[in-house]
């Protein structure tokens, strides 16, 4: 028989206009009483849910990571309750024998006998931080998207700015852009007025490259999405001024973080907080941590035979962020010793796989410097410069002979030279 863990606990089934909620009290005999019932997902009708879990004297709690829908559940329940939110391909039912209430007790079964493994849920403020930094992120990736339209319509009309100068969107690209947009028609502009001084391309070159047919329709087009770019950069700066309040506590740990090579960003610095939090506690190591971030290969062995070990999905969002830190730290010329290792995998693994594990080794120092919370420390990952006395064998005159021997060759008598 399994060892009861928790002799009175909560299975609940959530869903988004309902959550089917079962106790189990279990006595001293190992038998457990179910008691089942159904709530909406009104706040109302939550606190009696947290009432009726008090008058059971129950405070250990577990349900299903339900898309967005388990929050509102764990609002409520959060500073009352010991609750757990579980992925739900680990305590998923057996197909065909599934209802609401078979699932909310299937839950309480798992949980009672402690074999629900909880998911990372980081305090209220990280979690604020968190929300705001994914939206963040959508919203670059939103005035990327706007950029990549403005030089579509640039291309379909015939205005190859783009392969003659390193950004389209630079100083001298957007005084010639908005001079095409006030009049399409003018063809035979002075482009050299506009031309930034230290801009090395020709002015014949650029009045050949802008030589195209931007339409009205095209043209309209542009400036809805220029106009959608200054609403998106406004937006931006606004969400950067609320997270730079909400990210005051946490300043000196966004200080350690911005101690390593590769983050220089203060927003970077506060992604990875709202990520993974400040309490490395929560996980139990640093082997952990990567794991939970997907940084990891997989355990993937059945019947004695590895089967494939490539990196999971998780950490969708941390993962990239750590990806464009590693490619940053890599091309750092004042701290080689990321580049060097990166080098090294490369050559073995490719590109893919160096970078990686790159990504998992500033993680590992991230845990660390959090953990025993110290900035990064150069010196133990200092590089020598001075090349490296490799071990040459010394040969002697019958070794030589007899290595030419076994390759073949007859080797007369001879005297020997020294």
Known sequence: MLKIVYPICCGIDVHKKFVVATVGITNKSGVTNYQTKRFLTFTENLNHLLEWLKSHSCIN???????????PVFNILENYCDVIVANPKYV??????????????????????????????PPAEIRQIRDLMRYR????????????????????????LSNIVSDTFGASSMKIINHLLQDPDDKEFDVEPLLHKNMKTDPETVAK????????????????????????????????????DLAQPYISEINLIMSMPGIKNIFTAIAIIGEIGTDM???????????WAGLTPQNNESAGKKKSVRISRAGVYIKPLLVQCANAVI???EFEYFKIRYQQIRKRRGHKKAIIAIAHMLLNCIYYMLERNETFNYELYRVDSRPKNSYIPQLNEEMAVRYLQTLGYQIPDVVSLT
């Open 209 to 244: 490259a802008i030589n195209g047919n931007l339409t009205d329709p095209q043209a309209e087009k542009m400036r809805i999405c220029f106009n959608h770019l200054d609403d998106i950069k406004t937006h931006i700066s606004v969400l950067e001024s609320v997270v730079l």
């Open 137 to 160: 992120s959508k919203l670059i990736s939103f005035k990327s998207s706007e950029k990549n339209r403005i030089q579509n319509s640039l291309t379909v009309s015939n205005i190859m």
């Open 331 to 333: 091309k750092d010329k």
């Open 61 to 71: 709690v577990c349900m299903e990571s339900t898309g967005k829908y388990w929050i």
């Open 92 to 121: 998923r039912a057996i197909r065909g024998k599934k209802t609401d209430v078979k699932d909310s007790i299937w839950l309480c079964d798992l949980h009672k006998h402690g074999l629900v493994y909880g998911s990372f849920i």
């Open 281 to 291: 506690s929560a996980f139990h190591s640093s082997k952990h941590l990567c794991s």
